[in-house]
């Protein structure tokens, strides 16, 4: 449960109004008047007024939040309103803040919501942060998720991450109550190359309404104390088979604890040149000396690093999982260190990347991680030529 200010005594009597409105709250055991009364005393710092942040803004409002910061540079576009549902057609062009304000404003009249028309950069978001009691995380970017990790950790918040691709979301909070922070899960973004961007991607529209419901709803149990939140817990969900799993992770004791915000720490994954310093880690072996040595006795993991809808087209015998590569940063914890890792795609580009980042930023041996070359295609010139090129 946050530590926030008093506003107001529990035992001042509830307006009719509230008691109308929060009906639903106050019958809960675990809300009741006095949860309700922590929920409108908290504030909350929701970053992006977008697809993670429309939910989360929306359902903080409902519940009563007192306070609640949009911080948001950037103007609604006709591309946002597949997923981000605070805002509507007759807003294109506006800010998005204002969009939202005017929305929270028109939902819950009782709360107050503040307009910040700027982007969270590492000279104000010690500022910034340091005003609200908790913070979702709405970006779309690695290095305002990093700075919201840094400054949160600075400042002793809890903060709830979310992130979207295509059909998978994840949620996590992070620093609350001493539990571990995003570096401990991401001590660095991955390469440009393994970013997931959803402009180029794509992402299903209703994926981020469920992602950021679960943020705020994670916001809203941290703030009454309830229930356990995902601290020291990955939540995935796969939005096709509309499974969740949950991967726990911990403090890295190797990690020293961050004391200060530096511009360098927050961008130097996404420096230019990253990838030129993964090349000496990834080995190369051809399809017919892979099969030459399956032949032998050899039993490497055969990891496919394609799309699900590649998948269905063919698949290498022997594969052991497919898992598509702009997801390999969050779910390494699924391929083996103890056995040779062999990794395909299509035309071998793909799978290189992903190689070289096992080797280089996720810790394994050089000597025990393949790229399997030319991939598929040259699996069909040279191996088998019954295998399609697509």
Known sequence: MLDCPPRRSVSDEQSAGESARYARHLTLPEVGPEGQKLLSEASVLVVGAGGLGSPALLYLAAAGVGRIGVIDDDSVDITNLQRQVIHGTAELGEPKVASAERRLADLNPEVEVESLEFRLEVDNALDVIGSYDLVIDGSDNFSTRYLIGDACEILGKPWVFGSIHRFEGQVSTFNLDGGPNYRDLFPEAPPAELAPNCAEAGVLGVLPGIVGSIQATEAIKVILGV????????????????????????????????????????????????????????????????????????????????????????????????????????????????????????????????????????????????????????????????????
């Open 227 to 390: 229930g356990e939140p995902l601290s020291g817990r990955l939540l995935v969900i796969d939005a096709l088979s509309m499974g969740m799993r949950s991967l726990s992770f911990s403090h890295d004791p190797s990690r020293q604890t961050v004391t200060e915000i530096s511009k360098e720490a927050i961008e130097c994954s996404a420096r230019p040149g990253s990838m030129e310093e993964m090349q000496g880690g990834m080995r190369e072996i051809s399809p017919s000396e892979y099969v030459t040595r399956v032949d032998g006795g050899w039993s490497p993991f055969l990891l496919d690093v394609r799309r699900r809808d590649e998948e269905m087209i063919v698949s290498l015998n022997g594969t052991a999982l497919r898992i598509q590569h702009l997801s390999i940063p969050s779910r390494t914890d699924e391929v083996p260190k103890d056995r040779d890792v062999v990794v395909y795609c299509r035309t071998g580009g793909r799978s290189a990347t992903v190689a070289r980042f096992l080797v280089a930023m996720a810790g394994w041996s050089e000597e025990r991680v393949y790229n399997l070359s030319g991939g598929i295609h040259e699996w069909s010139d040279t191996v088998d030529s019954s295998v399609p090129k697509y």
